[in-house]
């Protein structure tokens, strides 16, 4: 048996998807996250084969829960199911130690393949998103990433500086570089550029 973990908000998707994947011989749900710091908690504790999570989820995105998980040495194998079908995000994701990425308009078949899949150490990667994934490099660094994400969200320097626990000083010296770098004229459109590329 493959021992599968579901990380997803939105109830009605972390039930259709634990109902589909109970529905195959080889697989069993041990577990479901509603957010990325209880998927990290649970895998620690359940120790799961394959995880499946969603990118964009409160307190820690899927992303920053594969990046995570390996670096606490935990073995559990990524599988994302996500909306985002933009190269950005791929491209972090492969850089995050993610080894499967589904879109959720995909067949429901293909989910559980993918889980095989990753589970006997191989990719499961839709091909033309993976060709994609490295037509632009991703010109942030992480923690311009998060300031920009949190200025996005309408957050004022000094929150996020409490946030991030960085100084007012350190994290306009961020947003300026991200600005700069998307070559936008102000935080807004350098959240809203980064966005759009699936940097954010």
Excluded: C
């Amino acid at each position: 048996m493959i021992r599968v973990l579901i990380a997803e908000d939105q109830s009605m998707v972390l039930g259709a998807l634990a109902a589909l994947l109970e529905l195959e011989a080889d697989l069993e749900v041990v577990g479901r996250a509603r957010d990325g710091r209880e998927a990290l908690d649970m895998a620690g504790k359940l120790r799961p084969d394959v995880i499946v999570t969603d990118i964009e989820m409160p307190r820690m995105t899927g992303l920053e829960l594969a990046a995570a998980l390996r670096e606490q040495g935990n073995p559990a194998r990524v599988v994302i199911v996500t909306t985002f079908g933009r190269s950005g995000y791929l491209r972090r994701a492969l850089e995050s130690g993610v080894t499967g990425y589904l879109l959720k308009d995909a067949p429901s078949e293909r989910l559980a393949e993918a889980i095989r899949r990753v589970h006997a150490g191989l990719r499961a990667i839709d091909p033309e998103l993976a060709a994609a994934a490295w037509d632009e490099p991703d010109p942030l660094t992480d923690r311009e990433r998060q300031v920009l994400r949190l200025a996005g969200e309408g957050l004022s320097t000094a929150r996020i500086g409490t946030e991030l626990h960085l100084s007012e000083g350190t994290v306009r010296n961020y947003l300026s570089e991200a600005i700069s770098k998307l070559g936008a004229e102000n935080r807004v459109e350098a959240a809203r550029i980064a966005r759009q590329k699936g940097w954010l």
